[in-house]
């Protein structure tokens, strides 16, 4: 979730947020924008995005086939292209051409965002080409990626913030100690590694 100006802009509401029945879609609150990468369950859930949309009809931004599927689940929505720019609700948001990575089922189709120049979240992609920016949103864990892949993504960007995502299903015993990896792995490119636990917030200066 972003928030700008008393705009609310939210990322990819999907299953893994809600599965262990801490918050519910409701407990999001009115939203102005949804973006959606692509239409994997933990990215893309049809019954929490109807309950987000009844309490405030948020204008949503995905690309051509999950604007389809938004369709076919009588979800209206809108579609941007990569490299496509859009100004709403005093947030600029940037179509990023970001290839989901090989999956052992078929591939998605997926799209990443540059928001206000400064904010990256690549969904479910390692192989986008858009660096050095104040903030990035990093894949840090998934049955698609690799530890050390997904770090080296992150040098490649060298963002000044690095949040990880992605990283619901794994335990957290477990979770604590890749956080702690990654803190000391990211020092030498002067990346501050933020993890945002359930309730936390992040503040970026314009």
């Given at each position: 979730m972003l928030e700008k100006n008393e705009k609310r802009l939210l990322i990819d509401p999907g299953t893994f947020s809600f599965i262990e029945k801490k918050f519910t879609p409701e407990d999001i609150g009115p939203v102005d924008i949804i973006l959606l990468t692509h239409e994997h369950g933990d990215h893309f859930f049809p019954d929490a995005l109807k309950k987000i949309i009844t309490l405030n009809k948020p204008v949503i931004f995905t690309h051509q086939r999950l604007s389809k599927l938004c369709a076919e689940n009588d979800i209206e929505s809108n579609i941007i292209k990569s490299e496509e720019t859009i100004s709403q609700d005093g947030f600029i948001i940037t179509g990023l051409e970001a290839p989901?990575?090989?999956v052992v089922t078929e591939t998605p189709h997926n799209i990443?965002?540059?928001i206000d120049g400064?904010?990256?979240?690549?969904?479910?992609?390692?192989?986008f080409t858009a660096t050095s920016p104040e903030v990035l949103f990093a894949p840090?864990?998934?049955p698609w990626l690799n530890e050390p892949d997904a770090l080296a993504c992150v040098r490649r960007v060298k963002p000044k913030i690095t949040i990880p995502i992605h990283d619901a299903?794994?335990?957290d015993f477990f979770l604590?100690?890749?956080?702690?990896?990654?803190e000391t792995a990211l020092k030498d490119i002067d990346s501050q590694f933020?993890?945002?636990?359930?309730g936390a917030s992040l503040e970026i200066s314009d």
């Open positions: 989901h990575e090989k990443g965002f540059i400064k904010i990256i979240h690549p969904g479910d992609s390692l192989s840090i864990t998934a299903f794994v335990k604590q100690g890749m956080y702690n990896r990654w933020k993890p945002l636990i359930l």
